[in-house]
């Protein structure tokens, strides 16, 4: 049973471009939301988190955006640079202090 | 070096043999999370310990996977009688007591013979 679900397990953007990455989950009771940047042979990276009070919550290029109605979730990063090439996982849990349940990841290949 | 440490990085063992997995939390950190990731999947959660207590051991398979965080010293994850499917990548991850964002280690990639 996959309760956090990246339907796309690759994305390509040009440089410069804005990157949409999307995440969906289907536990409801999730309401700690958080997305990891992972680097082969590397641990992942936290990169941005959200909240379900919030609807957005924006850090430099990394925006994170909820829709709990239809629970989803999105990472803009805007431009996109080449070292943002990388695998994203989202990652949710039902209290900020409990386990993480991950998606399956998005490899992103940002184009020179 | 503040971040979460693992050791060893690269780990090889032959089928029956034990595999211990050290995990170092952040300066400042008593929560810590193993997670298991085999190849071309997510991570899952195996075991969230505080010091001394196992607080959630709900993704640690019934036989052969222990964890301890003794009060001294790193959380180690032990496999007893390791299997070809244990080969996969394990990480740690601590958070600070009043809790929040989890931080990784690189890792430790388990293979085993």
């Known amino acids: 049973d996959q309760q956090v679900k990246q339907n796309s397990p690759s994305l390509s953007v040009q440089e410069g471009r804005i990157s949409i990455l999307n995440c969906d989950y289907t536990n409801s009771m999730f309401d700690y939301f958080l997305w990891y940047k992972k680097y082969p042979a590397e641990g992942p990276t936290f990169l941005i988190s959200i909240s379900s009070i919030k609807d957005k919550n924006e850090d430099g290029r990394f925006t994170v955006f909820l829709n709990k109605s239809a629970k989803h979730l999105s990472l803009h990063i805007v431009p996109s640079q080449p070292g943002d090439s990388a695998v994203y996982f989202c990652a949710a849990s039902v209290v900020e202090d409990e386990k993480l349940t991950f998606g399956t990841g998005t490899r992103l290949t940002i184009i020179p | 070096n503040a971040g979460v440490m693992q050791n060893p990085r690269h780990l090889v063992r032959r089928r029956g043999q034990e595999a211990r997995l050290r995990c170092s939390p952040m300066?400042?950190?008593?929560?810590v999370y193993w997670y298991r990731q085999l190849p071309e999947e997510g991570l899952k959660f195996m075991v969230y310990l505080q010091k001394e207590n196992i607080i959630d051991e709900s993704g640690m398979p019934k036989e052969r996977f222990s964890a301890e965080f003794p009060k001294e010293g790193p959380s180690i994850l032990r496999i007893q009688q390791v299997v070809r499917g244990d080969s996969a990548a394990y990480f740690c991850?601590?958070?600070?007591?009043?809790?929040?964002?989890?931080?990784f280690g690189p890792g430790t990639r388990l293979t085993v013979l």
């Open positions: 991850a601590s958070s600070a007591p009043q809790g929040g964002t989890q931080y």
């Open positions: 300066k400042g950190h008593s929560h």
